[in-house]
């Protein structure tokens, strides 16, 4: 193998389609949904925020508690919806409604993409929930 062949680690870790980096970066996006409501907590837990559009906010509280207990126990990524197998995207059905949520990666700032996403140290995540109509 020539060296142009070989795979910079560091070159990896900045692929998110790379499967290594992808099955990293999934394992944070499914450890950081499946803790919103859990405090204190687990150190494994990547930094981030949940963040909801207006139409989620306006919902009833009763709707936003099924739409976050569906959240947190989601696990239907398949091909067509998470090609790549990040965990950042995925459709939810509440009371009749499809919600969205979806995970951009963010520099410890908030301000740029990260350049090291599989990194927790080095990257903050916002899961957004929204309508399909608020995209």
């Known amino acids: 193998m020539t060296q142009a062949q070989q795979a910079n680690p560091a070159d990896i870790a900045q692929d998110v389609t790379h499967p290594q980096t992808a099955a990293i970066i999934a ?3 499914d450890a950081f949904r499946t803790s919103i409501t859990a405090c204190p ?7 981030g925020k949940l963040v909801m559009t207006a139409g989620i906010a306006a919902q009833s509280d009763a709707f ?3 739409l976050i207990g569906a959240l947190i126990t989601f696990d239907a990524f398949d ?4 090609p790549y197998g990040l965990h950042e995207m995925g459709v ?3 009371e ?3 919600v969205w949520f979806k995970f ?3 520099d410890e700032n908030y301000e740029y993409g990260s350049e090291a ?10 899961l957004t929930l929204h309508f399909p109509s608020e995209y």
């Not at 907590?41 to 930094?47: F, I, L, V, Y």
């Not at 091909?79 to 998470?82: G, H, L, P, V």
């Open 117 to 126: 996403p599989g990194n927790p140290k080095r990257t903050r995540r916002v």
């Open 92 to 94: 939810l059905e509440i």
């Open 79 to 82: 091909a067509d919806s998470d």
């Open 64 to 66: 936003r508690a099924a």
């Open 104 to 106: 951009d990666l963010y």
């Open 96 to 98: 009749g409604e499809r």
């Open 41 to 47: 907590k687990s150190p494994d837990t990547p930094p």
């Open 27 to 29: 394992k944070q996006n």
